[in-house]
């Protein structure tokens, strides 16, 4: 019998119309399925949740969004975030939807970890030079220290991002196209492992 293939999560930090970080998402999610592998992609737009606020959650609880988000989180083996960066560190958008996630307690003490037992891979795309390079590393710091989630060492930057797309949704170049399969690949490697 085959084994059943890993299914990786894929989403951009960023919902604004024609976000490069979502592109590069659109081409991770080629990507995935070209190594055999089910990518299901999301947009964070879905998962409405409010600036977060202590006094918000003790008074309403944590958000819908966020208890949706966390079981899409749980129901993949990896997760793909394409990352964009903002003032030399992740957008706000992102991190307030990793922080709610990061406050559901299940009524089942033994329920599964959004951030661990699965693996996570990083990309990040900029109009500038430095490709998001920065945001990449605060994230996964935020993955990592706090949250303890495994995040393989390869990761795919894209500078000057603005021209760095075809017409057709495609890489201009191709080595940054050779550069993503080798991070889906490895995530998709990694992933594997978690597969029951």
Known sequence: MARPRPRIL???????????????????????AARDAEPTWISLADYAMPIYDGD??????????????????????????ATPEYNQSVP???????DWVSRVRPENA????????????????????????????HLRQILELPLGATVIPDQISIPSASSAFAGDGGFADDKQARRLDEVVKRLVDEASRYVV
């Open 10 to 32: 894929v989403f951009a930090g960023s919902t604004r119309a024609g976000s490069l970080n979502a592109k590069l998402a659109a081409l991770a999610v080629k990507a995935i």
């Open 56 to 81: 918000f959650e003790a008074a309403s609880g944590v958000p819908d969004g966020a208890r949706r988000l966390r079981d899409q989180m749980i129901a993949h083996h990896g997760i793909f975030i």
């Open 92 to 98: 706000p958008l992102l991190k307030n939807a990793i």
């Open 110 to 137: 033994n329920a599964p970890s959004p951030f661990k037992g699965r693996v996570f891979a990083i990309g990040s795309a900029s109009p500038g030079h430095f490709a998001g390079v920065r945001s990449a590393l």
